[in-house]
């Protein structure tokens, strides 16, 4: 999962950052607040990265989905690409969790196909 989700979050780093640049010039917020916006939600992509497995950090990528959406307000592109966003969100907290479950299965199957060797040795 935490493969799935970083790719993700990665994605939404450049995201932010190329929706800042078009904020700066379309919207009637000052240079300064763009920035310090789009520069704490770059920074939070990157460290939900390494936060994605602990407890609260899959509600976390979820906030931040939100908010995403929301910057649609300033730019409006930002509504579909952060629709977007939540459903890749979505899609690799689903399928990373079902891909972990498959890799616990086939190392528990493998260590069990391990011990009956061993023994008899």
């Not at 916006?37 to 979820?62: D, E, K, N, Y």
């Amino acid at each position: 999962m935490r493969t799935l989700c970083a790719s993700t979050l990665i994605g939404e780093f450049f995201v932010i950052g190329f929706a800042g640049l078009v904020a700066m010039r379309t919207s009637d917020l000052s240079t300064s607040t763009v920035w310090t916006v789009s520069g704490i939600a770059m920074a939070l992509c990157v460290l939900l990265c390494g936060f994605i497995t602990r407890p609260g950090g899959v509600q976390f990528g979820w906030a931040l989905q939100i908010a995403l959406i929301a910057s649609g307000f300033v730019v409006p592109a930002m509504f579909f690409l952060g629709a977007c966003f939540a459903g890749l969100w979505w899609a690799s907290v689903h399928f990373g969790r079902k891909v972990d479950e498959a890799k616990a299965r086939f190392a528990a199957a493998a260590e069990s196909a391990a011990e009956p060797a061993a023994a008899e040795k």
